[in-house]
């Protein structure tokens, strides 16, 4: 339970940087010494930490992240490795995300992320998240 | 490398059983004792080994998984956890996939799975497959 919490904090760390357009903070939250990997919206793979990096760069720089925001994650805990679903909704839209997490050091960082349009729509209420 | 394989080579029964239909053989290959989740293209979070392999069911079935074949598999391991992106391809049209699988009893089991729309297409020829 306690590996479930810290696992959704990190998952909230990412999207509060996503959201705010801050891209040290960004940096920060992914993995370093792990595999990285990035599907966005409707594109191919970005592969390595260079490559993704560039690409979050461009994203949050476009200004076209405020307003949305994470809603019901759940969090999924495989020893020191974990994901994450959540829905990212912004307005009447959403899109349904992927979040792989690796332990760095003690810390749950992220390693791969892959959001995409969905119809579904968050079942909970903002403020609660579910550990499974 | 060899982790990289034997990951890809799991990956690899998942689709036999998705493109031949065979129940089965995905049943067989889902994780039993670690967390199991799944968003199928358009869809929302289905949680738990019931609710997965109760879309699996429906899925395949439905007789509409025919003809697809999986493009452009890049392997990631951490430790006893790693992931697939690969291309599902069908005619023209692609899905774009995440899958994480997590190492059972020496074997690797799937354990997550998300497919969505792309615009992207894979790069390499089919019988090609990276490690990274």
Redesign the interface.
């Known amino acids: 339970m306690h590996m479930h919490s810290e696992l959704l904090f990190a998952n909230d760390i990412f999207y509060a940087a996503f959201v705010t357009g801050d891209f040290r903070a960004m940096d920060a939250i992914w993995a370093v010494r792990?595999?990285v990997?990035c599907?966005h919206?409707?594109?191919?793979?970005l592969?390595?930490r260079e490559e993704v990096m560039e690409s979050w760069a461009h994203i949050l720089t476009s200004g076209d992240t405020e307003g949305f925001h994470c809603m019901?994650a759940?969090a999924?805990?495989?020893?020191?490795?974990g994901?994450i679903?959540c829905f990212e909704v912004l307005g009447e839209g959403a899109l349904?995300a992927?979040n792989?997490f690796?332990l760095e050091n003690g810390d749950w960082k992220i390693?791969?992320h892959?959001a995409?349009?969905?119809?579904?729509?968050p079942?909970e209420p903002e403020s609660a998240s579910k550990a499974?």
Chains 1, 2 share one sequence.
């Not at 995409?116 to 729509?121: E, L, S």
């Open positions: 792990h595999p990997s599907i919206p409707g594109a191919g793979t592969e390595g019901d759940r999924h805990v495989c020893g020191e490795t994901w679903t349904i992927t792989i690796v390693a791969h892959q995409a349009a969905t119809k579904a729509r079942e499974n």
